[in-house]
């Protein structure tokens, strides 16, 4: 069955952003490289950032999300053991060959043995948050991991991690930082030129997932939707979990109804 769309929903916001979209995009064809404007600035690596490090906990974490040393060197995943990150794996954000910033994402999480309000507590006392970014960077303007897509296709995550275990999979996967993609980041994709597009969300954010498409297909891309199992999201499955979502994903069809643009 297909995922359908009629591109009337949403009124005049929706097709005031399909206008944006196409005035970005006919933009965007006067540069040669995905950053076309002049809004990203290159971020440095933390100091204390380690691409080499030998810490037990961080391997130990790296081997839990089953990354191995070659796919370390890859995404140049690296880790923290004092300052600012301490105790965080940093994941650089490189795009057209220039790092634009990174995520900080903490090898621990509040402790499974607590309850729903424990773990509040918990993240307060701690001043806990899993994951994050240097100052200035504009995520939403960037596609982790769009440099090692070479393939005729790509899947879009919503995590760094997602993206790197879809990619060991299917070797052409990209994260946006969330549920949402910009308006930027869909002239970037547009821009690799595709054949094919995967949207593959944590489980429960099919809605978003059809927004995404939505825009896509109206910049011509054909999209499929990938239903992730329930209270999971792409970096906790299995490389055959992987490949099953993704050959049972769902072709999106939109409905053309802008009579009154």
Not at 105 to 119: A, F, Q
Not at 136 to 158: A, H, P
Not at 234 to 249: M, T, V, Y
């Given at each position: 069955?297909?995922f359908e769309a009629k591109s009337v929903i949403n009124g005049y916001g929706f097709v005031n952003r399909y206008s944006i979209l196409?005035?970005?995009?006919?933009?965007?064809?006067?540069?040669?490289?995905?950053?076309?404007?002049?809004?990203?600035?290159?971020?440095?690596?933390p100091d204390y950032y380690n691409g080499q490090s030998t810490n037990s906990e961080y391997k130990s974490y790296l081997k839990g999300?089953?990354?191995?040393?070659?796919?370390?060197?890859?995404?140049?995943?690296?880790?923290?053991?004092?300052?600012?990150?301490?105790?965080?794996?940093?994941?650089?954000?490189?795009?057209?060959?220039?790092?634009?910033?990174?995520?900080?994402?903490?090898?621990?999480?509040?402790?499974?043995?607590?309850?729903?309000?424990?773990?509040?507590?918990?993240?307060?006392?701690?001043?806990?948050?899993?994951?994050?970014?240097?100052?200035?960077?504009?995520?939403?303007?960037?596609?982790?991991?769009?440099?090692?897509?070479?393939?005729?296709?790509?899947?879009?995550?919503?995590?760094?991690?997602?993206?790197?275990?879809?990619?060991k999979c299917v070797k052409s996967a990209v994260a946006i930082f969330g549920t949402s993609m910009s308006i930027t980041q869909s002239?970037?994709?547009?821009?690799?030129?595709?054949?094919?597009?995967?949207?593959?969300?944590?489980?429960?954010?099919?809605?978003?997932?059809?927004?995404?498409?939505?825009?896509?297909?109206?910049?011509?891309?054909?999209?499929?939707?990938?239903?992730?199992?329930?209270?999971?999201?792409?970096?906790?499955?299995?490389?055959?979990?992987?490949?099953?979502?993704?050959?049972?994903?769902?072709?999106?069809?939109?409905?053309?109804?802008?009579?009154?643009?």
């Amino acid at each position: 069955s297909n995922f359908e769309a009629k591109s009337v929903i949403n009124g005049y916001g929706f097709v005031n952003r399909y206008s944006i979209l196409r005035k970005r995009l006919n933009k965007s064809k006067q540069s040669k490289t995905y950053s076309y404007d002049n809004e990203l600035t290159s971020i440095k690596l933390p100091d204390y950032y380690n691409g080499q490090s030998t810490n037990s906990e961080y391997k130990s974490y790296l081997k839990g999300r089953g990354i191995s040393s070659p796919e370390e060197k890859l995404f140049k995943i690296g880790f923290c053991d004092k300052g600012f990150y301490t105790n965080r794996v940093i994941l650089p954000v490189i795009q057209d060959n220039k790092l634009y910033g990174y995520s900080a994402r903490s090898i621990y999480n509040p402790p499974n043995d607590l309850t729903n309000v424990g773990k509040k507590v918990w993240v307060k006392v701690n001043n806990y948050k899993k994951t994050l970014f240097p100052k200035g960077f504009c995520k939403s303007k960037l596609l982790y991991n769009l440099d090692n897509c070479k393939k005729d296709y790509v899947v879009i995550t919503e995590g760094s991690f997602d993206a790197i275990a879809v990619h060991k999979c299917v070797k052409s996967a990209v994260a946006i930082f969330g549920t949402s993609m910009s308006i930027t980041q869909s002239i970037l994709l547009k821009k690799h030129k595709p054949k094919k597009v995967y949207i593959f969300l944590d489980s429960g954010f099919n809605k978003e997932a059809v927004i995404i498409a939505k825009d896509l297909a109206q910049l011509g891309l054909n999209c499929n939707i990938v239903q992730c199992p329930k209270n999971l999201d792409p970096g906790d499955l299995s490389s055959r979990e992987i490949e099953n979502c993704i050959d049972s994903s769902q072709r999106f069809k939109l409905k053309k109804i802008l009579t009154f643009i």
